[in-house]
């Protein structure tokens, strides 16, 4: 048997090479303003703390896109998945929600899952969009796979994109069929879909620094209805 | 007629309900009877407000249900089914069987579970009360009415997207001072509107209303015990009469009424009102009104006489109907922020003018409030019931 580092160098996927993603502001329609900013490896624990309590809520299908999120950060921290990324999107450094995604090669991206702990501002709308944009304007990929699995969530991609029908391809996911995002409808949304300014300022970026997490309690108020801003 | 006094209210918090229907409208009905604290008075009567549950929870017959519930037999049992004005009537009715002297005591509860179902569906559903043959098949629903109602009136009135948003970013605010209320969730001027974001928070609808002029789609459950003077004063709870209930109907498409933005049931309902009370708008100290959408809060101020037509949009841009202006509109945050599960509107507005007048209002009471106004608007106006309360000294 080799030794662990060559067996552990057999069992990571090989990367390509990312730009990072540029974090940018957004004013919520509450007036807050929400950094979207890509996360490291060492971040991912705190995300995993965030979404625990939520395994068990059913509304809207947060158990399921928790479990999987959960196994896919582990899995991003651990080099389990070809060029895996993360962003977060952080009000005056609280959690608001969170996205990811990753490359399949060089021209086709993965779309896998968006969190919003933050209800009622479309944190979860405007972090989907950050996420196509990653794929479009900083990789520079021709195509994103996408599946829902809420029917918010296809009513937010799906439609209001709207996304094309690519049932011949599996998305990992698995479940529903691909559909997919081209870059003529990405470009064809953005006007109305993506939005946020750059460069973020010193003082905003340093605000959403450190990841801090809503109090238990108040995440799942907000997930399953309440929409408070409480921290 | 006997008069008649509202001795108890109740509600459940709006928004999206983990219990059934009959559970929502037991406990809003037990929360209201807890408020009235009866003793060995009993209820001669239940009338139920209600628009869809037939169709929405394959539950019929619901006032019966409610009495089941509450054990509260032989009680009287009534359903009342009249679009978003549901509550009012269903109100109107407890009311004239206290008057006519049929009974004594009536409990009035307003529910409405709509969340049970897609929005898709929940929009089709109350789509429903359009024309059919002039509205409906056409794909006409209540925000592109709205809609084009907001235009004429916009065009006509120098109403803009600003004046729109502010009733908004009022409502929201006075949400966020009621506990029941379905978004605690307050939004500004520049995320809805000037910032470059607002694109995406605030997306249209039906233009030129977007998704923060329209209210939300609501769970939820109203309750108010109504009794004769004699039971009131005998019972000795705070007295909030009701002084006066009009109403009023206009044509059932919006096409066929020589001026589209004249909202006619709304001015004779409150006309009727008013008249019955012995007092003017200059009397009234707060309002609710039925702002599904934004537009309708400012056109139904005119229409009910508080402004001059055309001139309800300058009362709100004063502060005049903000807490703390002369004329609080809305304070427990409207259909707009509070929700609106159609046939609980009614009767939740006149739950909130029953706390205004007690002086039981918490952060949202408006100060030395003794008559209050509602205005519950069925269809898109071809139906609607406004109701004058006071409070007895």
Excluded at chain 1, 189 to 218: C, F, Q
Excluded at chain 2, 132 to 151: D, H, K, N, Q, W
Aim: some cysteine; proline content about 5%; glycine content about 8%.
């Amino acid at each position: 048997m080799g030794n662990v580092d060559e067996l552990e160098a057999l069992l990571r996927p090989p990367a390509l090479d990312m730009p990072p993603y540029p974090p940018k502001a957004i004013t919520l329609a509450s007036g807050e303003k929400m950094v979207v900013r890509q996360i490291d490896r060492d971040e991912v624990p705190i995300l995993l703390e965030a979404i625990y309590p939520l395994l068990w809520v059913e509304r809207d299908y947060y158990d399921i896109v928790s479990a999987r999120l959960f196994g896919e950060l582990l899995a991003y921290k651990r080099y389990r998945v070809k060029n895996e990324y993360v962003l977060v999107g952080l009000i005056d450094g609280v959690l608001a929600g969170m996205v990811n995604g990753h490359l399949v090669d060089e021209k086709v991206g993965m779309s896998y899952h968006t969190m919003t702990i933050r209800r009622g501002l479309r944190v979860g709308s405007h972090l989907f969009a950050a996420k196509m944009e990653y794929h479009m304007e900083f990789l520079n990929q021709e195509e994103v796979l996408i599946v829902a699995e809420s029917p918010i969530g296809f009513r937010r991609w799906m439609i209001e994109y709207p996304l094309q029908k690519k049932y011949e391809v599996p998305h990992e996911l698995g479940g529903g069929p691909s559909w997919v995002l081209t870059r003529d409808t990405y470009f064809a949304a953005k006007p109305r879909l993506v939005s946020g300014s750059r460069p973020v300022s010193s003082e905003l970026l340093a605000s959403a620094e450190t990841i801090v997490l809503p109090a238990e309690e108040t995440v799942k108020k907000q997930v399953l209805g309440g929409k408070g801003g409480e921290k | 007629m006997r008069p008649v006094s509202i001795i108890g209210a109740g509600m459940t918090k709006f928004g999206r309900s983990e219990w059934p229907l009959s559970k929502l409208m037991s406990v809003a009905s037990l929360a209201a009877l807890h408020h009235a604290d009866l003793g060995d008075v009993k209820v001669d009567g239940v009338v139920v407000a209600n628009m869809g549950a037939a169709r929405l929870n394959r539950q019929t017959a619901i006032a019966s249900a409610l009495v089941d519930s509450l054990n509260i037999f032989p009680a009287t049992a009534e359903s009342v089914e009249n679009g978003p004005a549901s509550g009012a009537s269903a109100f109107k009715v407890g009311y004239q069987a206290i008057a006519s002297g049929m009974a004594d005591v009536v409990l009035v509860t307003g529910v409405e579970m709509m969340r049970a179902v897609n929005n898709l569906e929940a929009t089709d559903f109350v789509a429903s009360l359009s024309h059919p043959e002039a509205e409906y098949i056409y794909g006409v629903t209540l925000p592109s009415l709205a809609g084009m109602f907001a235009r004429l009136y916009m065009e006509r009135y120098g109403v803009t997207r600003e004046h729109l948003a502010r009733v908004a970013i009022k409502n929201h605010d006075n949400a966020m001072k009621n506990p029941y209320a379905h978004i605690h969730q307050t939004v500004t001027m520049e995320g809805i509107l000037t910032a470059p974001e607002a694109v995406v928070n605030n997306p249209p609808i039906a233009e030129p209303l977007h998704m923060f002029d329209c209210c939300p789609v609501s769970d939820g459950a109203a309750s108010l015990v109504l009794a004769s003077q004699e039971v009131a004063e005998k019972l000795g709870r705070p007295i909030v009469r009701i002084a006066g209930i009009g109403q009023a109907t206009d044509t059932h498409a919006v096409q066929n009424r020589p001026d589209p933005t004249e909202l006619t049931a709304v001015r004779l309902a409150a006309q009727k009102a008013f008249s019955m009370a012995g007092i003017t708008p200059k009397d009234i100290d707060v309002a609710e009104l039925h702002d599904a959408f934004t537009i309708l809060e400012i056109a139904e101020s005119e229409e009910a006489g508080f402004f001059k037509k055309g001139e309800g949009h300058k009362a709100l841009e004063k502060g005049i109907t903000s807490l703390g202006g002369k004329l609080p509109i809305n304070p427990s945050g409207g259909l707009k922020a509070k929700g609106h599960p159609v046939g609980a509107t009614g009767v939740a507005q006149l739950v909130e003018l029953t706390w205004q007048l007690r002086g039981e209002a918490g952060e949202r009471q408006v100060q030395k409030a003794k008559n209050a106004f509602a205005c519950n608007f069925g269809g898109f106006g071809n139906n609607v019931v406004a109701t004058v309360l006071t409070r007895e000294v």
